[in-house]
């Protein structure tokens, strides 16, 4: 774990092909990448701050936004959708009482993702970063239970 | 004759995190071979034998490598760049990361090969930022051949070098576009860009840039050691060798295999211990969410890249899918995946994946209009005709063979 921004700059050199780990890094960190990091990244690597946002909102790994202290992730690859996967996103979407992609709610969100590649284990769940294979619909608020 | 496995043969045999294991398995053999019969002046021969051997790229397009590998070779320019496209992000596909996690070092010696015979000084491997175990083991991969010097300064004595590099994504289905990549590691949005000039000719940092899917990258080292022809005796003739089939849904072993190309979806289905005990079959799709449905009816089709074929084999991926599954969940899932993807540089896709998504939910919802039953023509055809990048051209493949097919399952719901 790093404490500020510029023990991970250090790290890389400043060329512009280093942008996109150090947003992965400062991410994957401290949640997501506010203004003030993002300043100090774009002076670091000499662009604009634009230049920060334009590529950090781009990726769906990059958190510009603070995330909630409860995020569910449901995988609707091809193969979790044949294994029930929109029955656990609508038993999801009742339990918590917010519907998918949604995120006024400052509590809690739920998300689609795309595949994840762990087709034979579908279908996927992923709550607040663990991962839940072989999902089954009448287990998922028994999961959920423990994160409220 | 028995199976011949060429990529997953000593998978599960050696332990990945062991460079001893993949030695003793007759690992790093074709490095040496290429690196004592090398001539310093022509590559020509290595080229020859890569472009016998008819290998064509396994991550979709189908594109020959001996051809590709020809044009960066001739690309006269001192810096030259080598990327390896482990970005794997097809829905239903997980071949790449079974290659990663199982035998890296297979993945590196032919990584190292095709950089020296191209000339490149510096490697990368772009990894989908989802593939955390992935990168450990490559990471582990690389210092183990460093340090024995199949990698780093004048490999095994020779008087060339190679760096390589793990590159972390950060989960966007279109990075892996070769264009769209070469952005995403130039530090940009992984937008697709006009092509010509191909990578080959201008790519990462206007460098010629020499782009391939990992899969592909995994059949070097046999094809130095046992030669092109006896590659392109593999499996079809007109895309000779092995495929990873990923193949899952209502079988009875999902899972990964290696078969030689050409052989029928029947028999990829098989292989994968048929249907499932209690389900029935409906419709098979081969090549994740941008793949062609399959009936009953074609399952004899073979799975080989060609211009001509029928069902395109993609990135070989077969999901099986039976008769209790609901269609309107599989159009939601093949939309809504196109949606979320779309990079939004063009018009037509991103406006159209957008549409066509709300019309998937107003169908599984039960309240389709007969305006959108027109609308649903029209965004099709612009999809097919009018979009920048093979993305939007795909998006509305899977939704099309539907309607076809199951037209009356579509639009015949009660509303809920």
């Known amino acids: ?148 | 004759m028995a199976e011949l496995k060429i990529i997953t043969e000593n998978w599960g045999k050696i332990n990945p995190q062991k460079i001893e294991d993949y030695l003793h398995t007759g690992g790093y053999t074709a490095l040496q071979k290429y690196l004592k019969e090398i001539n310093p002046f022509d590559h020509l021969r290595e080229i020859q034998e890569i472009k016998i051997s008819g290998l064509c790229g396994r991550g979709g397009a189908g594109f020959l490598t001996g051809q590709k590998i020809e044009a960066v070779f001739k690309e006269k320019s001192a810096e030259k760049y080598f990327i390896c496209n482990l970005d794997e992000s097809e829905p239903g596909t997980f071949k790449d990361r079974m290659i990663a996690e199982n035998n890296p070092q297979l993945l590196l010696e032919g990584i190292i090969i095709l950089s020296l015979i191209v000339k490149a000084q510096k490697a990368f491997i772009y990894l989908n930022g989802n593939f955390e175990k992935a990168k450990e083991l490559l990471e582990k991969a690389i210092a183990d051949a460093t340090e024995k010097n199949f990698l780093g300064e004048n490999i095994l004595g020779s008087k060339w070098s190679l760096e390589i590099e793990v590159f972390q994504g950060a989960g966007a289905y279109i990075c892996g576009e070769e264009t769209a990549l070469i952005n995403s590691l130039e530090g940009n949005r992984g937008e697709p860009k006009h092509k010509p000039p191909y990578p080959t000719q201008s790519g990462f940092l206007g460098k010629p840039t020499f782009i391939n899917n990992a899969e592909t990258i995994c059949n070097i080292p046999w094809i130095i050691l046992n030669g092109g022809k006896a590659y392109s005796q593999i499996g079809s003739k007109c895309s000779p060798g092995t495929k990873l089939y990923s193949i899952g849904g209502a079988v009875a072993r999902p899972g990964l295999y290696e078969a030689p190309t050409g052989i029928t979806i029947a028999e990829a289905i098989d292989l994968a211990g048929g249907i499932k005990k209690g389900k029935e079959f409906w419709f098979a799709q081969i090549g994740g969410a941008s793949g062609k449905l399959v009936l009953e009816k074609d399952l004899g089709e073979r799975l080989e890249y060609s211009r001509d074929c029928k069902i395109p084999c993609g990135s070989g991926a077969i999901l099986v899918v039976d008769k209790s599954v609901d269609i309107h969940e599989m159009l939601l899932s093949w939309t809504g995946f196109f949606r979320r993807e779309s990079c939004g540089k063009c018009v037509p896709c991103r406006e159209g994946t957008f549409r066509l998504f709300e019309i998937a939910k107003r169908l599984q919802d039960g309240e389709i209009s007969e305006r959108d039953e027109k609308a649903i023509q029209d965004i099709l055809f612009i999809l097919d005709n009018t979009t920048y990048c093979p993305l939007g051209k795909f998006a509305g493949v899977a939704f099309k063979d539907a309607l076809e097919n199951f037209r009356d399952q579509i639009f015949k719901k009660e509303k809920s």
């Open chain 1, 1 to 148: 774990m790093y404490k500020t921004v510029e023990k991970i700059l250090l790290e890389f050199d400043p060329e512009p092909r280093n942008i996109l780990p150090v947003l992965n890094k400062l991410s994957a960190n401290f949640g997501f990448i506010n203004e003030g990091e993002a300043q100090k990244v774009a002076d670091y690597f000499s662009v604009n701050l634009t230049k920060i946002y334009e590529t950090a909102s781009f990726y769906d790994l990059l958190q510009t936004k603070k995330e909630p202290p409860l995020v569910v992730k449901i995988c609707s690859g091809g193969n979790c959708a044949t294994e029930n996967a929109f029955k656990i996103l609508g038993v999801c979407e009742r339990f918590l009482g917010v519907k998918a992609g949604d995120d006024f709610n400052p509590k809690k969100k739920i998300e689609i993702v795309s595949c994840l590649g762990k087709c034979a284990e579908g279908p996927i769940m992923i709550v607040n970063g663990k991962i839940f294979e072989k999902v089954k619909p009448e287990k998922v608020s028994e999961i959920l239970e423990k994160y409220i």
